[in-house]
């Protein structure tokens, strides 16, 4: 079982970003530009003496569904151990979750020591876990991983795990976790993994245009891409990338998009968030993740805003002079 039609286009997804990918920013893309998969962004499983529905946030079960706006919803766990994990499996599920997918691929391991890409420090434990878990999820069962720990060939050691444990598919950000997001996504590694394993592989890291996402479907063979920091820089790359829109934005195009996409997020996170410093703090976080800021950056006025009423007036402002 998959989130997605087999027999139609490659998917394109909506990557899980933890602080950015809430409900706010899934329902703006939603709504505008549809991407075919959308994710949560990862839900910390409680490692402690904690059961059932207790191990996750009441606000990540509320997120735990199985669509979203019409679009098939994949919700994402990151945890250590098999009990726990088990039991958030089964409380997302009661809450209504249908794909669930584990997080092996988070670099920042302070909090969460042994989670995320912190798993493929201890491939040993693999196959209990996953074999685990895939016993308790009835719908999709997906895994989204690094190319490994610090060695990017450790991913040919895991496919076999993968199979065997029965993962419906694997989303690979084509890094090790060593790496962060150092370097470039390495997407030749991505074209030998969909070799060598007959799972379909979505394609994940630095698909930032039209262009490279159609090369990199094109060049390696995956089932779909899974669109991060690009999709935050330019919402319209799914559009693009299905030939809806121009290939390459205008600076004006560009403008507008973004100024579109904050003012939809501001009303997004006024009924989300609490308080005009809260609001503001979260739209400011969005903006971070948009573009690399410089001395010409457009969003500067808006980054500097005071309030979220001083934020909406530059935001108003962006295609003024356009
Ligand atoms: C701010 C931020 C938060 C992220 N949070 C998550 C997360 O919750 N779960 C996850 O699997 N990956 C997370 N990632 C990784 C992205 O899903 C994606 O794999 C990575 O950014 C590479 O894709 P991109 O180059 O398209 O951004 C996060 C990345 C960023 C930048």
Redesign the pocket.
Known sequence: MLPWDPAGPPPLML???????NRAVRKVFAQWVRPDVL????MRVRPGPQAGRERLSDGDLDDAKATEHGIPLVV?L?GRDLAPLVEAAHAVQGAGAVHV?L?M??PYGRMNVGC?GGMLERPEQLPTILAGLRAVIAGSFSV?VRAGASDPEQIFSLLPVFEDAGVDFL?L?A?TVAQR?DGA?DHRLTARVVQHTRLPVIA?????TAEVGLRVLDETGAAGL???????KDPLLFERLRGRAPAVPSREERLRAHQRYLQQLAQGYGALFHGDAQVLAKLKSSLA?MEVPDDSWPLKAVAKARSVRDFCTAVDALTSGA
């Not at 994710?39 to 990862?42: C, D, G, Q, S």
């Not at 994940?204 to 930032?208: A, F, I, R």
């Open positions: 990557a899980p970003m933890q602080g950015v990918t994710f949560t962004e990862f994402q990151i997918n997080n691929g988070c995320g989204k989303v950000h890094r997001y996504a994940n890291g630095d698909l930032d899974m669109l991060g920091r690009g999709a935050m993740v």
